[in-house]
Each structure stands twice: as C-alpha cells, then as structure tokens.
C-alpha cells in the first residue's frame, strides 16, 4: 500500500508530542498489514468528512484519510476527536 501524507496532515503531524507520534507510527505498521483490524477502528465519516475515513490509534486520537485507488491512501487530518470536528 502506498501512503501519501496531505500538507496539513503534515503540519498537524508536527505538532504532536513524541508518544502520539510514536503511537501512531504502530498503527500505521498494523493499518498497512490489515487495514481493517479491529483495533484501529477503521471506519468511514459522515457530515463534513463525507467521503473519508478514520483509524484511531489510542484513546481519542484519529488520522482521517482518503482512498485513492486500490493501492494508494492519502492522509489528510490527524488529531483528537475535538480537534478533526471543530
């Protein structure tokens, strides 16, 4: 699977503190595996995020992306459930 990372993903990547970062980096490992284990939470979004997806990866963390093709995903937004529905 190839993963491509929007520029505001990016931006809000650099924010996080070292433990998300390291938490999501486990999520991104099991997400490029089995994109649909359980434990990440994959699901698709509703309302102003119609059309994207979410995977969670500890508490109330998410990383919403976007399908591109069979092969490629697209990061868009990272952050906590308040901050990705403000």
């Given at each position: 699977m190839r993963l491509e990372y929007h520029s505001k993903f990016k931006k809000q990547y650099k924010k996080l503190k070292s433990a998300q970062r390291k938490?999501?980096?486990e999520a991104l490992e099991l997400f490029q595996s089995e994109p649909h284990h359980s434990?990440?939470?994959n699901h698709s979004l509703i309302?102003?995020?119609k059309g994207f997806r979410s995977i969670s990866?500890?508490?109330d963390w998410r990383a919403h992306y976007?399908?591109?093709d069979e092969h490629t995903v697209q990061?868009?937004?990272i952050g906590t459930h308040a901050?990705?529905?403000k």
């Open positions: 938490r999501f980096a434990d990440l939470y309302g102003q995020w990866f500890g508490g976007e399908v591109i990061f868009v937004a901050q990705l529905y």
